[in-house]
């Protein structure tokens, strides 16, 4: 599966919405604040200080359009930045297109390395534990749907693609990969989100927040994926030693930085990611309309394909690497037989995989054909070209 390469190993998560698709997070006024700031000083009071009244600007001034077709052809670290963009706009990029000073190029290179040797695992707990862990992050569920992208699940997903393809890209970091210009790109959308869902009837109509994406929100969606891959991936047993332990927290350190947030409420270890997510992300996790929806819209794309497995296996599967709670939130169906196949078969699939079991489990061609499938599904969709374009929107979802 491996050989499948790093171009699916986000993507079908990516595609579900972990990537791209983000959370908000937030202590809430019931949780209190978080990482022992003071009220009105931690991240989630944070939004982008140099992002977004620049945004705020461009999208005023009409300036949206030219942006996008400007920036069509800069996509690689080491482009030059693109011709024709206001000039506040270059500016401002030729501040933040850079990797911070704390970046370590051996870190990220083993990254790289990491996410190629293990992107089976990284795919499936991305694709439907992220993915759909995102849809019972609330605020993350109603941005995401009342944004413009959320009318079109499938395009959306084929965009957020782009975010996990180039950052699990061997040398994403490096002059001649992508993720620093994608990132970047990003952190502008996010900017023009903040802008325009206030001015949604709808998304207002719902929020519990003035201004969607904070930098804890942020954060909360960085634990649903990074922090939520390494504990599984400790939890499964596989085989992950300390220095790719590092390597793939650097890697998100990194990527959290690109995209705005403050590097003071970046956590430095394992062990302080799971704290703030257990302080951030734990306590939000609940079910809204806008997620029901769209992790029916998410999980009803697998069905354009023979996953080799039945809908009931999938449900069983998104409940197996989440939990019966978040099954039950979401409404879905219980199938007892492939529950008590998937909490055998998976197992036994990893076993083997990974050496430490020398019989093949009569399920293990069920599995790997289950897996190899919703790749493929993914991948089909985000390899119409090597890159889709990431584009600033000038607008909501209408309705
Ligand atoms: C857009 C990634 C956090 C909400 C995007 C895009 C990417 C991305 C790649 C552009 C693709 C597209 O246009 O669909 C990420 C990553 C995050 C993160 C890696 C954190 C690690 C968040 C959070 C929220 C959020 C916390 C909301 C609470 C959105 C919305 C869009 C977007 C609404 C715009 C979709 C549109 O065009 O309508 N994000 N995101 N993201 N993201 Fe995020």
Redo the contacts with the bound molecule.
């Keep these: 599966m491996e050989n499948l390469s790093r171009r699916k190993a986000l993507s079908l998560g ?1 595609a579900l919405g972990l ?7 937030m202590a809430s006024a019931s949780t209190g604040p978080v990482t022992g700031a003071a009220a009105g000083t931690g991240p989630e009071w944070i939004w982008d200080d140099a992002a977004d009244p620049l945004m705020a600007s461009m999208l005023d001034n009409g300036h949206v359009p030219a942006i996008n077709t400007a920036w069509a052809s800069w996509v690689n670290n080491n482009d030059p930045l693109p011709s024709g963009l206001p000039a506040d706009f270059t500016a401002y990029l030729r501040q933040v297109n850079r990797l911070p000073s704390w970046a370590d190029p051996a870190k990220l290179t083993r990254a790289a390395d990491f996410n190629r040797r293990r992107d089976t695992y990284l795919f499936m707990l991305y694709g439907l534990g992220s993915g759909i862990m995102s849809t019972v ?1 609330p ?2 569920a ?3 749907y ?6 079109d699940m499938q ?3 084929a ?6 393809y180039d ?1 699990s890209e061997l040398g994403a970091f490096e002059p001649s990969g992508q993720f620093v210009v ?2 970047n ?2 952190r502008v ?2 900017a ?2 903040r802008h ?2 206030p001015r949604s009837p709808h998304w207002r109509a719902v929020a519990d927040e003035t201004i ?3 930098a804890a ?6 634990h ?3 922090t939520y891959v390494h504990r599984r991936l400790l939890d499964w047993r596989i085989p992950y030693p300390a220095a790719d332990q590092e390597a793939f927290l650097h890697s ?1 350190q990194v ?2 930085h690109l ?1 705005g947030v403050p590097y003071e409420h970046i956590p430095r270890t394992w062990a302080a990611a799971e704290k703030q997510s257990e302080q951030l992300l734990t306590p939000v996790l609940s079910p809204s309309t806008e997620g029901i929806a769209l992790a029916e819209e998410l999980l009803g794309l697998t069905a354009q394909i023979d996953l080799g497995v039945t809908r009931g296996f999938l449900n069983e599967f998104v409940r197996y690497v989440l939990s019966d709670e978040v099954g039950d939130w979401l409404g879905l169906k219980r199938d007892y037989a492939a529950a008590a196949l998937v909490r055998t078969a998976w197992p036994a699939y990893i076993l083997f995989r990974e050496g430490l079991s020398p019989v093949m489990p009569g399920t293990f061609y069920m599995v790997d054909q289950f897996v190899r499938a919703l790749a493929m599904l993914f991948l089909n969709k985000g390899s119409s070209g090597t890159t889709t374009p ?4 000038t607008g ?2 209408p309705a």
Aim: aromatic fraction near 8%; avoid cysteine; glycine fraction near 8%.
């Design positions: 990516v990537v791209g698709v983000t959370s908000p997070a992050i605020r993350e109603k941005s995401v009342w944004s413009a992208g959320g009318a395009d959306r997903a965009k957020t693609f782009t975010f996990g950052l994608t990132a790109k990003t959308v996010h023009a989100v325009l869902l969607p994406i904070s929100d942020i954060l909360v969606t960085f649903s994926l990074g998100w990527a959290v995209l990431i584009t600033i929107p909501n979802r």
